[in-house]
């Protein structure tokens, strides 16, 4: 009798007790758009949970935060106008799971301008898989960019003390056409010195 009487105060203390919460650090695709500079710039950032989550509703403080630049990777579509030019910056990932990685699943992006894609289905930010990944986009075009038309493609290995290395490409169309489209396979070839930087 007393283990019948110590479960059940066992399941009642269970269902009682507070739900815990572990700290998490969502990811965010943070963007700046400055047509007056003619710059848009893409990085992989995270924030704790502390200053990403509302305790009211998860939808609480995702506008004033997208409207200060870090936007949810989730069916994620911004464009920026640089001059003649429109670059249209999408992302995905999957929600969270009790798979393996599925608690912090991967970001894939890519970046188009005027339609033609320049990244393609790139693994951002961090890979718990330690896949190659872009972590940084910068962006200079249009009348503004006092430079002319120049991108930076920052890259990771996949290690987790990998340092980004980060590539410029600038000139005319022909020095883009060589350098773009880049999706995960001609990522890995970059990252993996097979392939010039």
């Known amino acids: ?37 003619g710059l848009l710039d893409v990085e992989y950032r995270r924030l704790h949970d502390s200053m990403a989550s509302d305790p009211a ?37 999957d929600p969270a799971s009790n798979l393996l990685c599925g608690g912090v699943p ?6 188009a301008r005027n339609g033609e894609r320049v990244l393609s289905d790139v693994v951002f930010g961090d890979s718990c898989r330690r896949l190659p990944s872009v972590t940084g986009i910068t962006v200079g075009d249009g009348p503004a960019a006092w430079r002319g038309r120049e991108t930076r493609v920052c890259y990771r290995d996949g290690e987790e003390d990998g340092t980004p290395a980060c590539d410029w490409t600038s000139g005319g169309q022909p020095a883009f056409d060589r350098r773009f489209p880049v999706d995960q396979a001609r990522l890995r070839a970059i990252v993996g010195g097979r392939e010039r930087r």
């Open 106 to 111: 991967e970001i894939h992006l890519s970046l």
């Open 1 to 37: 009798m007393t283990r019948i009487a110590l479960c059940v105060m066992l399941a009642a203390a269970a269902t009682m007790a507070p739900a815990a919460y572990a700290d998490t650090s969502p990811d965010f695709v943070r963007i700046a758009c400055v047509p007056e500079a």
């Open 57 to 93: 509703g998860p939808d609480g403080r995702r506008a004033v935060l997208a409207a200060a630049g870090f936007h949810d990777p989730h069916d994620l579509r911004v464009s920026c106008t640089l001059g003649t030019a429109t670059y249209t910056v999408t992302a995905q990932q």
